[in-house]
């Protein structure tokens, strides 16, 4: 019964809390729908006066499905597993494993920059390392073959990715907070737009590489990469950084052989995926999926 009732209270105070933001009901840091919009049209409109690949059209390939993911990836989905992350908190606090059992780090006491800082880097780490799992492994891979489909780059590409990545994402992610004893700084709405904010950058089609921070930060030169439909030999992925592009150099997975921007993106066998949003919802379940990334051993052109 205990379960029963934290599904339910979870889930209905995710619907409340939605429907709080699209009201204005909310603070306006924790508006993370009304937030989204305006990163979204912010980055959009840069697109549309400094296009870095001009051959692109405003409403790109795919636009309209991309931005309906974005929707349903932030919110729609969230609202659906809330309730079942919610159960998890409560088995495991029902095993004697909390928050603080795992804590590394004591932060309380830190000043907010710190806080804000540390919370930013062991999250994106922690992402980092998921999205090379996601590359490396075949069965999630096939779910990120969705996130790689794109053909044209933009914006909302950003939060084009297979449910299924959340369900992976999520508890890693709530494992980073664990490490910080479950602390989340109260200013975490900052880390939280900023990485909106440099993901929607990053998929864009605006050639930025923000000068010498390329090497701390994620840009879409560097990303555009990640995306390329030709690898270098042997590998499964580079790039990989989400918010920061520091780990990619630190652990040699970082790749710019050029900066362009008019390269084939996708992967061998992408014609293979379904072109519409419910084919695409139940892709990466199925025996017969395309080839995995490493499987490519053409060269960059």
Known sequence: MEYIE???????????????????????YTNYFWGLI???LVVWLLEIIFPWRKEQGIFRKDFWLDGFYMFFNFFLF??????????????FSD??????????????????????????IIL??????????????EFLWRFHEVHHSVKEMGFAAHLRFHWMENILYKPLKTFGVM??????PEQAYIVHFFAIAIGHFNHSNIKITWGPLKYILNNPVMHLYHHAYYLPEGKYGVNFGISLSLWDYLFKTNYIPEAGGKIKLGYPGDEKLPKDFLGQVVHGFKREHTAQKTLNKEKLS
């Not at 934290?6 to 306006?28: C, D, H, Q, R, Y």
């Not at 969230?78 to 088995?91: C, M, N, P, R």
């Not at 603080?100 to 540390?118: E, H, N, T, V």
């Not at 994106?124 to 492994?137: A, E, P, R, S």
């Open 6 to 28: 934290a599904f339910g209270n979870a889930f209905i105070g995710m619907i409340n809390w939605t429907w709080k933001s699209i009201l204005f009901e909310v603070p306006w």
């Open 179 to 184: 490490i910080l004893g479950g602390f989340e």
């Open 78 to 91: 969230a609202i659906v597993i809330s309730g079942f992350y919610k159960v998890l908190e409560v088995l």
């Open 38 to 40: 305006a990163i979204s």
């Open 95 to 120: 095993l004697g494993i909390t928050a603080k059992s795992l804590a590394l780090i004591d932060m309380s006491a830190w000043p907010m920059w710190g806080q804000l800082l540390i919370f930013f």
């Open 124 to 137: 994106d780490f922690v992402q980092w390392f998921t999205h090379i799992l996601l590359h490396k492994y």
